[in-house]
């Protein structure tokens, strides 16, 4: 499956953005997916997952209560709303896509598809 991220930008501390991941080549309800980021000179973490009916969430500490995931397999889409961003939110977002659709996965290994990343920068 290949998989397209977007919606990246630059936005105030306090703001809002919502990320998009499209997929294609693939039954995009076959996958679990999630979304990891990277600061600059950070290792990539994680930050949230969802099951293939959206279900089933789960999010990194560092994220929760402030950001959501959601995907709309009509669509082979999933999304990342991210508010009340905050200046360490600031990075390269990845989705990535598993070939298990109920399997919540919070660790690198084990996702088989990244897409390319988009970068949010978050800025007073």
């Known amino acids: 499956v290949q998989l397209q991220a977007s919606g990246g930008g630059l936005v105030q501390i306090g703001g809002s953005l919502r990320l998009s991941c499209a997929a294609s080549?693939?039954?995009?309800?076959?996958?679990?997916m999630g979304w990891f980021r990277q600061a600059p000179g950070k290792e990539r973490e994680f930050v949230a997952a969802i099951s293939w009916s959206g279900g089933a969430t789960y999010y990194g500490d560092s994220v929760k209560g402030r950001f959501t995931v959601s995907r709309d397999n009509a669509k082979n889409t999933v999304y990342l709303q991210m508010n009340n961003l905050k200046p360490e939110d600031t990075a390269v977002y990845y989705c990535?896509?598993?070939?298990?659709?109920?399997?919540?996965?919070?660790?690198?290994?084990?996702?088989?598809?990244w897409g390319q990343g988009t970068l949010v920068t978050v800025s007073s």
């Open positions: 990535a896509a598993v070939s298990d659709p109920i399997i919540i996965l919070t660790t690198l290994r084990g996702y088989d598809y």
């Open positions: 080549g693939r039954t995009f309800s076959n996958y679990a």
